[in-house]
């Protein structure tokens, strides 16, 4: 009897996830789209707080236009994007494993789902997308960890830095997480860090090839040369190629 109980409650479980699963893997895109930040005062500082304390809902407005431009570009017609501001965090997300096997990947993956549904707020109700912004002082970490973020689950975590001079670069960031989370894939080499040709390039097909003008988003970076390449300023020195549109659902 109760081992049929545990056998029925462990088959619902699993339709849970699968649903959820086939749902973040099926995102309809006529639908609104909420996607809701969480700031995080990852290094504890007064001044990383400071940052986080006069942070608003129009800080993050260009990531809205940006998405609903590009979006309109490749559907002929703007996926209604909401970006809202949630409230902060004082519970960190589990630390992204780096250079691990498989299964610290998956233990970590499990983890951070946890951390989700324990941090889960009133604003999170509906979202579509959750993304935790860990914020460093840059006086004090000049150097942050790769960000992430999950497709199954639809959250992700985001390293930047607790400064105005790199609010522009973190929107980048941001919108490179937030991609992610809707099915893209990285298009630059792991080692290296240098956008992959001619995926992660934004104009794949420019004679001379270098120096590349723009940023694939997924590519991270403009490629300079061959070897070589910077981060984008802002959103504006970027574009959403067509395989990043492709695997998110904007083409089919």
């Known amino acids: 009897m ?13 339709l849970i996830v699968a649903v959820q699963a086939w749902r973040d893997q099926n ?7 909420a996607v809701v930040l969480h700031p995080i005062n990852a290094d504890g500082l007064q001044t990383t707080q400071a940052y ?21 570009h490749y559907r002929g017609q703007s996926a209604n994007f909401e970006i809202r501001l949630g409230q902060q965090l004082q ?9 691990a096997g498989i299964f610290h990947v998956v233990w970590w993956s499990l983890k951070f789902r946890f951390y989700a ?10 979202a ?11 006086n004090y970490q000049k150097i942050l960890v790769h960000s992430t973020a999950l497709e199954k689950g639809r959250i992700g975590s985001v390293n930047l830095f607790a400064t105005r001079g790199q609010a522009l670069q973190n929107q980048v960031v941001i919108v490179h997480e937030l991609l992610h989370g809707f099915g893209a894939k990285d298009k630059y080499d792991l080692k290296t860090g240098q956008p992959i040709y001619p995926l992660g390039y934004a ?28 981060m984008p300023s802002d959103l504006q020195e970027t ?11 904007w083409l089919k």
């Open 2 to 14: 109760w081992k049929n109980i545990r056998i029925l409650c462990l088959l619902i479980v699993l």
């Open 27 to 33: 995102q309809d895109w006529n639908q609104p789209i």
């Open 52 to 72: 986080i304390h006069q942070l608003q809902n129009t800080d993050f407005q260009a990531l809205k236009s940006y998405l609903s431009e590009w979006s309109q």
């Open 91 to 99: 519970q960190h997300p589990p630390e992204v494993p780096q250079n």
């Open 117 to 126: 549904w324990r941090q889960q707020q009133p604003e999170d109700n509906g």
């Open 128 to 138: 579509s997308l959750k993304l935790y912004l860990n914020y460093h002082d840059p």
């Open 203 to 230: 104009q794949p097909e420019k004679v001379p090839l270098y120096p590349q003008k723009r940023a694939e988003i997924m590519g991270g970076r403009t490629p300079l040369s061959e070897q070589t390449s910077k």
């Open 239 to 249: 574009v959403i190629g067509l395989p990043t549109a492709q695997e998110v659902g």
